[in-house]
């Protein structure tokens, strides 16, 4: 059995692998998701309609998720909570919504800078996490 002071380290290696590992995952989920329906979706104006609370113990608050509403083109309105969250955004500001066609529930939002450097900035975090832990594991067993 390892004892305290030789697991620190370990975690302290294993811990920004994970945690990269979580933040690459997220954004390629997301950048998948907006390469195809940006690609075959069907591009409207929407409205961020309100912003729903959600607590997270990871900051100790509340993380902020935009309620987007829009009329697809066969005139059917849709407001849902859009699944990145947002504290740059108000209520009534317009942005460009891609919609799937067969399921127009599953949308993108652009909601134009500084919103969109969130995912690069998510990419960059999880790489420098993902580089540090790999890092400190191959120097941890030298």
């Not at 998720?65 to 066969?74: A, D, E, H, S």
């Not at 309105?77 to 317009?94: A, C, D, H, M, R």
Request: hydrophobic residues 45%; aromatic residues 12%; glycine residues 8%.
């Amino acid at each position: 059995m390892m004892d305290k002071e030789s697991l620190t380290p370990l975690l302290g290696s294993v811990l920004p692998l994970l945690i990269g590992c979580i933040f690459l995952f997220l954004y390629l989920v997301h950048q998948r998701k907006k390469s195809r329906i940006t690609k075959t979706g069907v591009a409207v104006e929407g409205v961020v309609f309100e912003l729903k609370s959600k607590s997270s113990a990871a900051n100790d608050g509340n993380l902020q998720f935009p309620i987007i509403r829009f009329v697809t083109l066969k005139g059917e309105w849709i407001t849902e909570q859009y699944n990145v969250s947002s504290f740059l955004v108000k209520p009534g500001k317009k942005v460009a919504v891609w919609y799937n066609a067969e399921n127009p529930k599953e949308f993108i939002v652009d909601m134009g800078r500084p919103s969109n450097l969130i995912m690069p900035l998510l990419l960059i975090v999880g790489l420098a996490l993902f580089t540090y832990g790999i890092y400190n594991l191959y120097f941890l067993k030298t």
